[in-house]
C-alpha cells in the first residue's frame, strides 16, 4: 500500500472505538480485508491476519451469498462513479459460522483510497448491527426474501401474456371465474381457461401462491 493508504487506515484505526460496528476496509483489485476493527474481528471470532489470509475467501465463509444479488450492483455503481461524495447503504446477513445464526447490518461503504491512476482501490465499510429484536430486522428479511422470488420466478411470470396479468391480479384479489368473466366481458369457460394456463406456467396450486406472484410483481 502507498503512503496516502496507511495514512487513512492509521486515521480510521484511531477512532474506531467511537463506532458501534465494524469497521472494513477492502482491496478492489483483491477482493480481500485489508483492516477490520477489532469489533468486527471479535464478532467473527478471528484475527485481522487471519482474515488477510484468506484472501477474498473470506466473504464465502462470513456474509449470507444471497445479500450479494443486492449489494454488489450498488458497489459496482460505488466504483464507477468514483465520487468522495457518493456512498451507497444496503442490508446483510453475518454470522461467525455455520453454526451461529445470522445477524442482519446496515453497511455504508465509500471509496476511501485510490491508486496511481486515479481508480478506486480501497473502499471504507462501516457494518452497524441490527437489533434482532427491531422490526428493521424482520423488514429487512422479508425484503431479501421478496427479492429472492423476483428473481427467482421473473422468467416464469414474463410467460404470461397481457390478459393472464390481468386475470392474476383479478385472481390475487379473490375474484370468481364467473366474476372475473363477467368483469372482462368473457365467457366463464374462457376464464377457467386462462385460470388454468396461468397455474400451468407458474407451477402454482394455492391462492396463497397466486396472491405472491401478484405482490411480488405489483399486480396488486
Known sequence: MDEQAIIAIENI????????????????KTGSVVYMSEWGTDFIGTS????????AEYHALFFN????????????DLVERNNDDYF???????????????????????VLCRDAHGAPLLVLNIALP????????????RLLQEN????????????????????L????LGHSSAKIAQELF?????????????KKKLRIETHYDITRFAQAFDLV
Open 130 to 141: 441490527v437489533d434482532a429484536q427491531h422490526h428493521i430486522a424482520a423488514k429487512a428479511e
Open 88 to 110: 451507497v447503504s444496503f442490508f446483510q446477513q453475518v454470522r461467525r459460522s455455520q453454526q451461529h445464526e445470522w445477524a442482519w447490518f446496515l453497511t455504508a461503504s465509500r
Open 186 to 198: 368473457v365467457s366463464e369457460e374462457t376464464a377457467n381457461t386462462h385460470r388454468r394456463n396461468i
Open 65 to 76: 451469498p444471497e445479500d450479494a444479488k443486492d449489494y454488489l450492483p450498488k458497489l459496482l
Open 48 to 55: 485481522l491476519t487471519a482474515l488477510q489470509q484468506m484472501g
Open 148 to 167: 429472492n422470488f423476483l428473481r427467482n420466478n421473473h422468467a416464469l411470470f414474463n410467460t404470461l401474456t397481457k390478459r393472464e396479468k390481468e386475470i
Open 169 to 172: 391480479r383479478l385472481l390475487a
Open 13 to 28: 484505526r484511531s477512532v474506531e472505538k467511537l463506532i458501534p460496528g465494524a469497521i472494513i476496509i477492502t482491496n478492489l
